[in-house]
């Protein structure tokens, strides 16, 4: 194990990007404009896919800013500190992506108009996806098997707390007109129309040919060759190895990994935990 987490408000964060008192900074004092676009998730869920498909909406398809500026400089985390740092200054709208829990979101939010997206996967896939990235990175307490990290998981003792809480807290915005939920499955189930999707809620139109080329530039495999994009310019500093943020990019890979024993655990959990909110929400129950 190298780096270990930090604690704040009883959540565990990466040590290396989010020190204590950078998280209360963001949360008392970071301002969200109503023109800010906010790009919300839980790590592991598909957030820099979402990014990518925002940013070359954005770009009408052009791949140009996508192949040129680095993933997290277009749309960078608001509670890492760089990121932030990045932020504060930037005139205009902003695309900003986080996977703060509502709770711990920059106070300013609540009071402004920014257009929010949540995009959500099935934990299960998110928890198999996490142990690979996790146990490579430098800034985390570093799982040593998938059977630790499920337990890790299942009691919400990973960097940024436990997936049933962020969701629960999130969901709390559904109602609102500026709040947009999308679904990892949704997104690779039919690309096409969650682009639309998008598109409309940020009021932007696109023509049939750049869509086509936002399908084809966000698509897994351009995303995994793209430099900018695919975080092999974070090995060393952050991580021991490549090619772990596009890892298969598929649906149900918790079926290779989980034992038996694990998956009735987890329906039991997330029976238990998710029982008031409506089904429909989780399209992959
Ligand atoms: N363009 C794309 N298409 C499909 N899945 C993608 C993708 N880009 C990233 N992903 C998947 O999203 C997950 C990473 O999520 P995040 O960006 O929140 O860290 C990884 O899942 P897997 O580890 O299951 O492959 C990764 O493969
Ligand atoms: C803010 C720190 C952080 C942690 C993990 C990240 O990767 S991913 O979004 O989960 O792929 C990015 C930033």
């Known amino acids: 194990m190298t780096g270990e987490c930090v604690w704040f408000e009883g959540i565990p964060f990466p040590s290396m990007e989010c020190p204590l008192e950078h998280l209360r900074e963001v949360q008392e004092n970071f301002i969200i404009k109503d023109e800010d676009v906010l790009l919300l998730t839980y790590p592991k ?26 993933i997290a400089e277009r749309s ?28 711990l979101f920059p106070r300013s939010f609540f009071k402004s108009k920014a257009k929010m997206i949540y ?3 099935n934990p299960r896939d998110v928890l198999v996806s996490g142990y690979f990235f996790w146990r490579s990175a430098k800034f985390v307490k570093r799982p040593q098997s998938l059977e630790q990290y499920f337990e890790w998981f299942v009691k919400g003792n990973v960097p940024f707390g436990s ?9 709390s915005m559904r109602d609102k007109e500026n709040f947009l939920i999308l679904s990892y499955e949704e997104m690779k189930w039919d690309t096409r129309s969650t682009v639309e999707k998008i598109c409309q809620f940020l009021g932007q139109t ?12 966000s698509s897994f495999q351009v995303m995994k060759e793209n430099n900018m994009s ?26 290779n990994y989980f034992t ?22 989780f399209p992959w129950e």
């Open 45 to 70: 869920s598909g957030t820099n896919w979402l990014m990518e498909t925002v940013c070359l909406i954005h770009s009408k398809g052009d791949p140009k800013w996508i192949q040129s500026v680095p």
């Open 260 to 281: 038996v024993a694990q998956a009735e655990i987890f329906d039991k959990l997330f029976q238990e935990k998710m029982a008031d909110l409506p089904q429909e929400l």
């Open 119 to 121: 995009l959500i996967r």
């Open 206 to 217: 696109l023509e049939p040919e750049e869509l086509n080329s936002v399908l084809k530039n």
């Open 76 to 103: 960078p985390w608001v509670e890492a500190f760089s990121g932030y740092n990045l932020l504060k200054d930037k005139e205009g709208p902003r695309f900003i992506t986080s996977h703060l829990p509502v709770q």
């Open 163 to 171: 997936w049933f809480d962020h969701t629960q807290g999130w969901m």
């Open 230 to 255: 695919n975080f092999s310019l974070l090995k060393g500093q952050y991580f021991e190895e490549n090619g772990l943020l596009l890892r298969k990019g598929i649906i149900g890979d918790w079926k």
